[in-house]
């Protein structure tokens, strides 16, 4: 399946320096899938080396029938994740 970065996606690699695999190597290997009710968008999590620190980083994206449209990465920490849950604001995929 074709993978693509949105023009926020590719802006936000370089702000933060992420490298440009990255997004697409979360969304291939992430096995901690959520859904977002409130963007409607899908979110894949996975530990990862980020700025030589081992670091939970989140994509979220657009799945459609002949590509998925990746819009944004960041860190995120297993608190925040705990607390998308339980409030109802994601789901387990």
Do not use: C
């Not at 979220?60 to 297993?78: K, L, N």
């Amino acid at each position: 399946m074709e993978i693509q970065y949105s023009p926020h996606l590719q802006f936000k690699l370089a702000v933060r320096r992420i490298p440009i695999e990255l997004p697409e190597r979360i969304y291939r290997e992430s096995k901690q899938r959520y859904y977002n009710h409130h963007s409607v968008r899908r979110v894949a999590v996975m530990e990862t080396l980020y700025q030589r620190h081992r670091t939970l980083m989140m994509i979220a994206y657009d799945q459609f029938a002949d590509h998925v449209e990746i819009i944004t990465i960041h860190p995120i920490t297993r608190a925040q994740i705990q607390d998308r849950l339980r409030d109802g604001r994601w789901s387990y995929e």
